[in-house]
């Protein structure tokens, strides 16, 4: 097996080698991932030896570290990784590159997947890959394979390094052409899970609910026997072809996906259909949990699109087989700037749960505007404000940000999300600014001190100055219909889609409580319930989320709704040019081509931040009448 060390660097250049180079090493033990670690070992410039060695990797690790945990000694004049399995060998190696500390390491769930949203077809409205900001897929271009393995195969490397074990390759809106992919078109699945079988990554598919019907059964009810049968024999099929395949991911009676419910039947009874096909080969299914209603009556105020997913799911709490995990959004909503956490995620004790992130930027600034989330999700997983996602979580997930650009994310910082999240998916209790810190090294080896620190200037707080320049105070949703870009802020207000803000000439923001709204603060457990309840203990970030407050009220932070708006706006827009300001000072320091790139947005992110500040400020000021305290421009 040779590696291509050069060709795609993102955060394992040649360079980051470094502490392997030169090494004389001995490897112990048999089989593909070990001879994965061999052939890194060696294009990384270490001598492979059988004795005389000053590094080993070698099996017979404590079994309690599993498959693919490791530990790492650093002895005076040798360092011992050692594994119980293979994968632990190595997520050894690569934690080596890193410099990660001696001792025993060990990942936090046992499955860390990404999702890609790529279409086979070039999709008429979504494009090649839905909610894609870096190009095209790495897997197809307009219907047929891409054949670019090397590419495929440094991105298993990437996905291995930062400890991702799992991938599905194909978009959850599953069309007539991806449904293939299950059946006649399964070679494809097989070419590209050879790749990833070398980094220890298992495939995964997206299927259709109604798949049975697209090859010509009457029905896809999940209690017909012919459809049962349908689902063990193509599921079968599969398997004799990739016997390491992971299983299938679910979109159902979602967004216009097909269904139990056409059947009358459960959720339940639709993911244990298919996790019955996968069971006898060892597969899983993930259902998501994504289900809501988007042709609500806007003027209903008794539906509440945040309640859904609960009022779906925890009725079902233990109905589901052993091998369904059901897969949640971090929020109630659909990956906004902000959202607590979905009150799904802990109330399901019977069921096994997959907390599903969104790396690619949809809400976030989609890949033009620079949007360092992992201390969104950090705090997510560690519970600051609500319930936490560590320990609820059996599995986690994210859905992918790559695409065939150069850059492998278009913003080449963006990069930064992908690696964070295996990272945090691997430990929940990782400080993201040391993340950050390990990224920056890795992706910059030899970078001057000004370098480090000004990246880190400019990335570190980004989530946050998003936050500040776009919806405020947990509202969410003021984007532009369609796309999702920019700024509108009655773009979603009176329609289906159950995403509004209720902003009037008395105040803003969604009542949620028990005491007078759609009561979602109590799907919460205490404490959690009251403090989400009571306006004065609210984190202010999620003031809006649960409650409809008028443009007076005081927030705990001292300032009034109104005004935490235009300081917010002005602060955040200000934010983002000072983040130019920054870049623009490496000029000298990084290859011209990702200055340039990097230029470039920021400049477009600078433009759109002051977009969104002027028209959130302008709209809250002409529907409130309440002038800036600070007298700045409001038009
Ligand atoms: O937020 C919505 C996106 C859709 C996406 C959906 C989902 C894949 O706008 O593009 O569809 O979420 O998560 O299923």
């Given amino acids: 097996m040779d590696i291509d060390m050069s060709a795609h660097p993102a955060w394992l250049p040649p360079e980051v080698w470094q502490p392997i180079a030169g090494r004389r090493v001995r490897v112990t033990g048999d089989g593909p ?3 994965t670690v061999r052939a890194e070992l060696r294009a990384g410039g270490a001598t492979l030896v059988g ?24 002895g005076e004049t040798r360092t011992v990784v050692r594994a119980a399995a293979p994968h632990g060998l190595l997520h050894g190696l690569f ?3 890193r410099s990660a500390p001696d001792g025993r390491h060990r990942p936090a769930v046992a499955r860390r997947m990404v999702d890609h949203w790529d ?15 870096a190009g095209g897929s790495l897997f197809w271009r307009a219907g047929v394979p891409r054949r670019d393995l090397g590419r495929v195969a440094a991105y298993a490397r990437l996905l291995a390094a930062c400890g991702v074990n799992a991938i599905a390759l194909n978009n959850v809106n599953v069309h007539a052409t991806e449904a293939r992919l299950l059946t006649d078109r399964l070679a494809e ?42 689902w063990a024999r193509v599921t079968r099929t599969v398997y004799d072809t990739l016997p390491d395949f992971g299983g299938y991911l679910v979109k159902a009676d979602s967004e216009g996906q097909p269904g139990p419910f056409t059947y009358g039947r459960t959720h339940a009874d639709g993911a244990n259909l298919l996790a019955g096909a996968l069971a006898p ?47 949640v959004k971090h929020g109630p909503m659909d990956f906004q700037t902000r959202e607590p956490v979905a009150p799904l995620i802990g109330a399901m004790p019977g069921t096994r749960l997959a907390v599903e992130l969104q790396a690619t930027q949809e809400y976030t600034g989609q890949q033009r505007h620079v949007c360092y989330l992992a201390p969104m999700w950090s705090s997510l997983l560690l519970g600051h404000e609500g319930p936490a996602i560590a320990g609820a979580a059996d599995e986690m997930v994210a859905v992918a940000n790559v695409g065939d650009d150069p ?44 370098l480090r620190s000004t990246l880190h200037a400019v990335m570190d707080g980004s989530w946050r100055t998003y936050e500040r320049y776009t919806a405020p105070l947990g509202v969410g949703f003021m984007v532009r219909p369609g796309h999702h870009y920019g700024p509108d802020v009655d773009g979603y207000e009176y329609t289906p889609w159950g995403t509004y803000h209720h902003a009037d000439r008395d105040g803003v923001g969604v009542d949620r409580t028990m005491a007078t709204g759609t009561g979602m603060t109590g799907l919460y457990p205490e404490p959690w319930a009251s403090t989400y309840e009571s306006v004065a203990d609210c984190p202010d970030e999620l003031a809006l989320f649960f409650h409809h ?82 007298g700045r421009p409001i038009y």
């Avoid at 279409?119 to 900001?133: A, C, L």
């Avoid at 930064?416 to 993201?432: E, F, K």
């Fill in 33 to 35: 991932l070990i001879d």
């Fill in 549 to 630: 407050l008028p443009y007076g009220h005081v927030l705990r932070d001292g300032t009034t709704v109104i005004q935490h708006i235009y300081d917010t706006h002005f602060a955040g827009a200000a934010e983002a040019a000072a983040m130019r300001g920054h870049w623009l000072t490496l000029e000298a320091e990084v290859p011209a081509e990702l200055f340039g790139r990097v230029a470039e947005r920021l400049a477009e992110q600078v433009r759109s931040a002051a977009e969104w500040r002027d028209q959130i400020n302008a709209y809250f000021f002409r529907k409130s009448g309440v002038p800036d305290r600070h």
């Fill in 281 to 327: 080969h060892g597969g899983v299914v993930h259902w998501r949990a994504f289900v809501y209603n988007h042709r609500q009556d806007w003027r209903d105020r008794s539906t509440d699109r945040a309640r859904a997913a609960h009022d779906h799911f925890t009725p079902l709490d233990g109905a589901f087989r052993d091998n369904v995990v059901v897969q």
């Fill in 51 to 74: 004795d005389g060695a000053d590094l080993e990797f070698g099996l017979g690790g404590d079994p309690a570290l599993g498959g693919e945990g490791f530990e790492i000694v650093r």
């Fill in 119 to 133: 279409n086979v077809d070039v999709h008429p409205v979504m494009g090649q890959v839905e909610r894609g900001y």
């Fill in 189 to 230: 699945v097989a070419e590209l899970a050879a790749e990833f079988r070398r980094y220890g990554i298992r495939v995964h598919l997206s299927v259709s609910f109604a798949a049975p019907v697209q090859h010509g059964l009457p029905t896809a009810d999940p209690l017909d026997d012919r459809v049962v049968h349908w």
């Fill in 407 to 450: 850059f492998w994310t278009g913003h080449p910082l963006a990069q930064a999300n992908l690696y964070a999240y295996g990272r945090l998916a691997w430990d929940h209790t990782l400080d993201p600014g040391a993340v950050l810190d390990e990224w920056i090294g890795l992706t910059f080896p030899g970078a001057s001190p000004a």
């Fill in 95 to 97: 934690a080596l590159v």
